[in-house]
């Protein structure tokens, strides 16, 4: 009587762990992750500055907020999803009621002096999937004062973070700044460009690289919570992690190159089914088999891949390529390595040598984040709407 007592209450304690990670996992289906607006700086040696921005317009509108990882956190959430689902026209009149305060909340000023903008042109897409946000671009102009020597950019943060870059005519970008506070930028030269050190570059990187996985990444942070969950020994795990770096790192830097490219929807299909693989390998088997580093290195490509969509984005500069790159992935790899912390000062160094670690931690957990992951599997295919 006693065993099976004991027996239900490891079954309802396992069932209570999973339906709690479903259902964080569920709220997170619904997010819909904050991605910059971008900014490229240009002079048009008319006497003008102009702003070309490319940024998800309904985010704007609804005022979401910089400090928040996903429109689901805002108190707005509601208002970004009604405008997610307008068309083109109807999200065109939306914008131009909220030109003014959107014009109020981007910034240029010369030497202290604040340059009056215009909106010169608006580019709206059609709906289309909603499950992905729709990008918006927008060009915005003024004079530059005569005489200025620089110009200072700035976004309100109630429109979300923004990258800024200065495109240097021939195809390349030979400055970006990401501003996930609004700014204001670095005094940006109306001649002979900016010079920023490699260094810098470097730091900041490593702050984009490891926002990208905490809070950001949630399906990284379930593919890497799914290796901890087999094997919580240090050495196996730091073997599967190293090798998810390195071949991501590969991929990364190959596609940041232009030597290698996939789109968006085939590569986080593969995101979410490689979380599945390795979420029902642990429900599979108890013991970690000696290819699973390899089969880890394989889904490493796939998600350097989605790495690269991000930097790609804010446009490294060809001076800045290699210290911006290496600055990514030492961030990411910081950000893999708090989750793994995370995992082991939450059970692993307390429960992992329990006899029931598997059946209360290793089963319900691993159930949950496959859950999870079909999931996504099943959204971002289009099998479910």
Known sequence: ????????????????????????????????????????????????????MSLIL???????????????????????????LLDESALATEFERFKP????????SADGVRIPLEVTTVELDPVGDTDFA??????????????????????????????????????????????????PSEPIPVVGGLTVSAAQVFWDYIGVGFTHIVPKGLDHILFVVGLFLLSPRLKPLLIQITSFTIAHS????????????????????????????IAVENLATNRLSPWRPFVVFGFGLLHGLGFA?????????????????????????????AVVAACYALFGAWFSEKSWYR????????????????????ERTGLVA
Not at 20 to 39: K, N, T, Y
Not at 58 to 84: C, F, K, M, V
Not at 101 to 108: A, D, K, P, Q, Y
Not at 255 to 262: K, T
């Open 1 to 52: 009587m006693k065993m099976c007592s004991r027996t239900i209450n490891q079954v309802f304690a396992s069932l209570l762990v999973a339906v709690l990670m479903v259902v964080a996992g569920a709220s997170a289906l619904r997010a819909h992750e904050i991605r910059p607006a971008i900014a490229d700086l240009v002079f048009a040696g008319d006497g003008t500055v102009r702003l070309d």
């Open 359 to 378: 059946a209360r931690v290793t089963m319900p957990m691993s159930l949950a984040i496959a859950f999870v992951a079909v999931w996504w599997f099943a």
């Open 134 to 183: 729709r990008l918006s671009r927008l060009q915005l102009a003024g004079p530059v004062p005569e005489g200025a020597e620089s110009v200072v950019y700035s976004f309100d943060p109630a429109f979300g973070p923004s990258v800024i870059r200065v495109p240097d005519g021939q195809g390349e970008i030979s400055y970006s700044a990401y501003l996930g506070d609004g700014g």
């Open 58 to 84: 309904e985010a704007a509108l609804a005022e979401i907020g910089a400090e928040h990882s996903d429109t689901d956190e805002s108190p707005n959430a509601a208002r970004y999803d009604d405008l997610r």
């Open 101 to 108: 305060r959107f014009l109020e909340g981007v910034s240029l």
């Open 309 to 337: 969509g991000v930097l790609t984005e804010f446009g490294l500069s060809p001076a800045h390529f290699a210290s911006g790159l290496i600055g990514f992935n030492i961030g990411v790899e910081v950000g893999q390595l």
């Open 250 to 277: 590969v991929t990364l830097a190959l596609a940041m190159m232009g030597l290698i490219s996939a789109p968006a929807s085939i590569v986080e299909p593969l995101i979410a089914a490689s979380i599945v693989f």
